[in-house]
């Protein structure tokens, strides 16, 4: 076998993304709080990039004028040599006596350092909010409280290790125990699982939903006797919504057991949820749609005031351009300039492009801004795209993860982009204005009565909305989370 290596020439074409537009593409698709902590990034990184600030220099207070007291430690010490010198020397002995004594009040001497310069680790930390507390740990503070014997608080830990984040035991009491295990035996389980289920939150510990149900309910200070025969013999019946066979068979009324699934509303089915981690992303607006006073023009802006505006160091460029300067630093300065040119023309283009597809959205939309979410229309983002001049993949770049704030309340910019069907008189209905209607359409039906699916379909239909078929009705009944009408009966 011959091994052997020879050189080949080919010609071809390839698409390759240049550094700066690929930042351009991530800067465009950060929403406005991401867009801030990234210049903050870039301010820290690039020494050229800088504020551009009021260049206004402050007004200069004037001195204060000399007082005209008597304090013996402001006055300027002058020797006279031609007295006998008295009051010069007690003047410098009370002199002595308030440093001394401004020397022990203030304690030890410390070097002050510039308050400029600050720690970057430790305004870091500072920074990072305190983790909360989650709910193992929170049981187990509760639990080392508990009077107990040490194999029952053994068991009762291993119980504590096994809850899940919505405070229910999904292992079986059983299988928490093995042979290897010394530290206490099976027949402390029980009596562990009873004491873990009266720590706080109530109804934690439990193993299905009608224990927590009847552990909330047996802590409770009022007498909810019936409630808890309620939930304790006839939870699945009640779960099936079969009220007039648990109203015969407890022998009550209809009303009166309304009233007491009232009252079971009230209690929490995930327990464990009041406790741990809470996160709550905060949602700021990008773009700003108001109505002009006296017009029913629609006026869109960018929710921009608080990007600060950066600018070029003058230092740095003139240093950049000194012959004089070291043939390294210059390197080193045009490189920085050179990215400090791509994120700011970076951030203007992102101004630019975000602003044109906003424009054109409420230029589409525009019943949907005066009307309301039923007059939402179909709108493709392929038109959008068009309409701007930008490739379809911008589009879908500039509205990701951004919000509008308009009367309507603040929305995702991708709500306005779906598609839809006609009516009869040929006017287009986006999906999400048909899931209003049919929000609506359930909201005002007889809850003795409600409707199913075929006869939601025809009231659609009798709202202009027709040649929808029945499973799509069910479908979007599904996503919105509405169950059926065996379910929302009401008796």
């Known amino acids: 076998m011959k091994l052997e290596m020879t050189g080949q020439m080919r010609m071809e074409q390839r698409m390759k993304l240049a550094p700066h537009m690929i930042q351009s593409m991530e800067i465009l698709q950060l929403p406005i709080l991401a867009l801030q902590e990234r210049i903050e990034q870039e301010l820290n990184s690039n020494p050229v990039l800088e504020l551009e600030e009021d260049d206004t220099p402050e007004e200069t207070a004037a001195p204060p004028e000399p007082s005209g007291d008597d304090d013996i430690g402001e006055k300027v ?24 004594e401004f020397i022990d009040q203030s304690g030890p001497y410390h070097i002050r350092r510039d308050s400029e310069e600050k720690d970057p680790k430790l305004e870091a930390l500072k920074n990072v909010a305190a983790p909360p507390q989650s709910l193992h740990d929170y049981l187990l503070e509760q639990w080392q409280l508990v009077d107990a014997d040490a194999p029952v608080r053994k068991a009762g830990a291993m119980i504590i290790d096994y809850i899940d984040e919505r405070g229910y035991l999904g292992v079986p009491l059983e299988q928490l125990h093995n042979k290897d295990q010394k530290d206490f035996a099976p027949e402390h389980l029980p ?32 007498d909810l006797s019936f409630e808890y025969r309620l939930v304790a013999d006839h939870m699945d019946t009640l779960l099936e919504n079969r009220l007039p066979e648990i109203a015969r068979k407890m022998d009550c009324s209809l009303e009166r057991l309304n009233q007491a699934i009232e009252r079971l509303r009230k209690l929490d089915i995930s327990p464990g949820l009041q406790i741990g981690r809470n996160e709550s992303i905060p949602i700021t607006p990008d773009v700003v749609v108001e109505s002009r006073d006296g017009s029913n023009e629609l006026s869109v802006r960018l929710a921009d005031t608080g990007l600060p505006s950066l600018r070029l160091s003058p230092y740095y460029t003139r240093m950049a351009e000194d012959s004089h300067i070291a043939e390294s630093t210059r390197k080193f300065l045009q490189s920085n300039i050179r990215s400090a040119h791509w994120i700011m023309e970076a951030i203007e283009q992102r101004k630019h492009t975000l602003l044109k597809v906003a424009q054109t959205i409420v230029r589409h939309q525009r019943d949907f801004f005066e009307h309301g979410p039923l007059h939402l229309r179909p709108l493709p983002m392929a038109t959008v795209a068009q309409e701007v001049g930008v490739h379809l993949a911008t589009v879908s770049r500039a509205v990701s993860g951004k919000y509008m704030q308009c009367a309507w309340g603040i929305l995702p910019l991708r709500k306005f982009f779906s598609g839809g069907t006609e009516d009869t008189t040929g006017q287009a209905h986006s999906w999400e204005a048909i899931r209003v209607k049919l929000q609506q359409i359930i909201d005002e039906e007889d809850k003795t009565k409600p409707l199913n699916d075929d006869q939601i379909k025809q009231k659609l239909a009798e709202a202009g909305i027709p040649n929808l078929a029945r499973r799509t009705v069910a479908k979007y009944r599904k996503l919105m989370n509405i169950p059926t009408a065996k379910f929302r009966r009401k008796y």
């Open 77 to 100: 010490l002058v020797v006279d040599t031609d007295q006998n010198k008295a009051d010069d020397f007690e003047r410098l002995e009370s002199i002595e006596d308030e440093f001394r």
């Open 191 to 222: 009596e562990a699982l009873r004491l873990v289920q009266q720590l706080d939150p109530p109804g934690v510990g439990a193993r299905d939903l009608r224990e927590c149900l009847l552990i909330q309910l047996a802590q409770r200070n009022e």
